[in-house]
């Protein structure tokens, strides 16, 4: 594992564990050796996890459309922040220089951006892990509810399975580092149900 793409808040949230689990999880980078990549603000989580991956001597790549850097909110500390046109092109070069994604608390940015990479990870255009660091059981209702999509017939749990969930950073890590993608299809046959 190279580099990992994190998507988190631009808010720090309400509860001081999430800032001090993305500060937590930036250092746990760092000291493995990897790099991030996230989206290039200063502010929230994400600037929390950016800051400590800083601090402790690691790689930080901030990607930011130029409407943010416009709104003063972007990392002028990176030594490798780009700048882009839009979210899209934000999203694509993201993921294109990740090895893997991991979604820290965060909101509807936060859950779009991971919806997207493992939604191409289950059809097999990108054969990267995807997962939630769940912080304080912050993800405990949506997986849940991604339960609930597999036994509704949505969902392989296969495909419920290629998303890693921890609540523990070491633990994260171990179990994206040894992710090998599934070999099946996503679509669910009439031999299925």
Same mark, same amino acid.
């Given at each position: 594992?190279?580099?990992?793409?994190?998507?988190?808040?631009?808010?720090?949230?309400?509860?001081?564990? @999430?800032?001090?689990?993305?500060?937590?999880?930036?250092?746990?980078?760092?000291?493995? *050796?990897? =790099?991030?990549?996230?989206?290039?603000?200063?502010? *929230?989580?994400?600037?929390?996890?950016?800051?400590?991956?800083?601090?402790?001597?690691?790689?930080?790549?901030?990607?930011?459309?130029?409407?943010?850097?416009?709104?003063?909110?972007?990392?002028? #500390?990176?030594?490798?922040?780009?700048?882009? =046109?839009?979210?899209?092109?934000?999203?694509?070069?993201?993921?294109?220089?990740?090895?893997? @994604?991991?979604?820290?608390? #965060?909101?509807?940015?936060? @859950?779009?951006?991971? @919806?997207?990479?493992?939604?191409?990870?289950?059809?097999?255009?990108?054969?990267?892990?995807?997962?939630?660091?769940?912080?304080?059981?912050?993800?405990?209702?949506?997986?849940?509810?991604?339960?609930?999509?597999?036994?509704? =017939?949505?969902?392989?749990?296969?495909?419920?399975?290629?998303?890693?969930?921890?609540?523990?950073?070491?633990?994260? &890590?171990?179990? &994206?580092?040894?992710?090998?993608?599934?070999?099946?299809?996503?679509?669910?046959?009439?031999?299925?149900?």
């Amino acid at each position: 594992m190279q580099r990992i793409c994190v998507f988190c808040g631009s808010s720090p949230g309400y509860d001081p564990r @999430f800032m001090a689990a993305a500060t937590a999880f930036g250092e746990a980078l760092a000291r493995n *050796g990897i =790099g991030l990549v996230y989206g290039g603000a200063s502010v *929230g989580l994400m600037g929390a996890v950016a800051d400590a991956v800083m601090a402790k001597g690691g790689d930080v790549t901030g990607v930011i459309p130029q409407a943010l850097v416009d709104k003063e909110v972007a990392h002028h #500390g990176l030594k490798d922040l780009r700048i882009v =046109g839009s979210m899209h092109e934000r999203k694509a070069l993201m993921a294109d220089l990740a090895d893997g @994604f991991v979604a820290l608390p #965060g909101g509807i940015g936060t @859950f779009e951006e991971l @919806f997207e990479v493992w939604t191409w990870a289950q059809l097999g255009d990108i054969l990267k892990p995807c997962a939630l660091y769940n912080v304080a059981g912050f993800y405990d209702g949506l997986t849940a509810f991604l339960d609930s999509v597999v036994d509704k =017939g949505f969902m392989k749990p296969l495909h419920r399975d290629m998303l890693i969930v921890a609540d523990q950073a070491p633990a994260l &890590l171990d179990r &994206l580092c040894a992710y090998r993608p599934p070999a099946q299809s996503k679509w669910i046959t009439a031999s299925e149900r």
